[in-house]
């Protein structure tokens, strides 16, 4: 049976993604997934040879035939989302404003208005020195990033079906929006990084609500817990009121961004204390899964 782990935050910049690169370095038998499409940086501490790339198309974009038109500009006025633009003359489409919804095509008079697919985004299948890496790139500005998590998720366990791998540790999305929930649904077990800050509580609450809703077994830990000790005891009391998995906190250490600049996991550093707390900490999470 393939278990998958996710590690996410209520918020961005907790630590998650040096937290999952650690992980897939600690870890035997698995595959590594970057679910954190809107603004991916997993691979950044992976060394990866990228094997396979395939776009990503979510829906279609309206593109007007000027052969056709006949310039009524019928299109233009319609348009609720200023998408469509005139120049010399002519109308063309702003792909990065269009919303897909075809209004302008369905009511062009000279049917010169076409719906065509519109790439997305992209999805990767790499190798590392840690294992197979399943990873994407959503394009500027566009939507239904859950979509494209869905995919990278299939992908990794088809991947890991195919070689006989028993764990998929996945870098999940900040947040409690579409590509949480779509990181998160079947999970073996979910890893949430916090910290010590007012924002660090508030968005832990939120996500912790978010995998009861889904009903995932889940787990806590605190990075950089020593930077506010009130904090973190704060954090430990709302654990232990809402039967949560404290299971571990990691000090504020600058070899973490050390690794980060050579673009390695922090616990290939040696001497560092956060390396050692990863280490006691995937021990535990390893357990729960």
Not at 83 to 100: L, P, S, V
Not at 123 to 140: C, D, Q, R, W
Request: net charge negative.
């Amino acid at each position: 049976m393939i278990k998958e782990l996710v590690i996410v935050s209520g918020k961005g910049g907790t630590g998650k993604t040096s937290l999952t690169a650690s992980f897939a370095r600690l870890a035997q038998s698995k595959v590594i997934t970057d679910c954190d499409v809107d603004a991916a940086d997993l691979h950044l501490v992976l060394n990866h040879r990228i094997l396979k790339e395939e776009s990503f198309s979510d829906g279609k974009k309206g593109y007007i035939n000027n052969k056709l038109c006949s310039g009524c500009g019928k299109c233009k006025s319609l348009c609720r989302f200023d998408a469509i633009e005139q120049k010399d003359n002519q109308f063309y489409i702003e792909k990065t404003f269009c919303e897909g919804c075809a209004l302008c095509s369905e009511f062009c008079p000279e049917q010169a208005i076409e719906m065509v697919d519109h790439e997305s985004g992209k999805y990767f299948i790499s190798e590392t020195e840690y294992g197979p890496f399943v990873h994407a790139k959503l394009n500027i500005a566009e939507g239904n990033s859950g979509k494209l998590v869905t995919l990278i998720r299939k992908k990794a366990r088809e991947i890991a079906t195919e070689k006989g791998l028993q764990l998929i540790i996945t870098d999940g999305s900040p947040g409690i929006g579409c590509p949480v929930i779509a990181s998160i649904t079947g999970a073996t077990f979910l890893l949430i990084v916090t910290e010590p800050t007012v924002s660090g509580l508030h968005d832990l609450k939120r996500v912790f609500n978010l995998a009861q809703h889904f009903r995932v077994k889940c787990g806590l830990c605190v990075n950089k817990y020593d930077i506010n000790m009130e904090k973190t005891q704060e954090i430990k009391n709302f654990c232990e009121e809402n039967e949560l998995h404290f299971l571990g906190q990691i000090p504020y250490d600058k070899a973490v961004t050390e690794a980060q600049i050579m673009g390695k996991a922090v616990i290939e550093l040696k001497d560092s204390q956060a390396a050692n707390a990863i280490i006691e900490l995937w021990e535990k999470v390893f357990k729960q899964i």
